[in-house]
């Protein structure tokens, strides 16, 4: 049985009711803390990926401006992924996928608040200067095996 997460179950679309991992190196992280048997990956459909800029205006008002990422700016992106996962001792991901994670078992857990909970037990016992990658993935590890043990 392999624990590289990257070779775990590739798919034709997304997984239904499985929670998107985020498209930075934490969500890479807690993918592969989370192992092969609860992450899946998908053939990004379309070349054309956007986000949205949000600029908060004096009096708390927001304008929204939505952007498509270019292929280099996606390749910057994913630079940065392997960046973070080098730092944490992770090989670096495949590319060109969208990542989910199994919801865990026994969790009526919305995406935000799985975030979170992961979040918080990864974080908790670290001190404020040691959240860096290398001290967050053995703290991410036993999160997501609590997380699927309960």
């Known amino acids: 049985m392999t624990r590289d997460s990257w070779e ?5 679309e997304a997984p239904q009711d499985w929670i998107l ?10 993918i592969w803390a989370a192992g ?6 998908v053939h990004r459909a379309s070349p054309d990926r956007f986000g949205l800029i949000v ?3 004096p009096g708390g008002a927001e304008q929204r401006q939505p952007f498509r990422l270019t292929e280099a700016d996606q390749a910057s992106v994913d630079d940065d992924i392997d960046i ?29 608040t799985f975030w979170g909970l992961v979040w918080t037990a990864t974080t908790a016992r670290l001190p404020g200067d040691g959240l860096r990658p290398s001290t967050m993935a053995g703290p991410a590890n036993e999160a997501m095996a609590s997380l699927y043990r309960d």
């Open 8 to 12: 775990c179950a590739e798919l034709s």
């Open 21 to 30: 991992a985020t498209e930075n190196g934490w969500g890479a992280l807690v």
């Open 36 to 41: 092969p048997s609860n992450v899946a990956r």
């Open 55 to 57: 600029h908060r205006l």
């Open 84 to 112: 973070y996962l080098a730092e944490a001792g992770i090989p670096p991901r495949p590319r060109g996928f969208d990542w989910f994670i199994r919801r865990p078992p026994n969790d009526d857990l919305d995406d935000e």
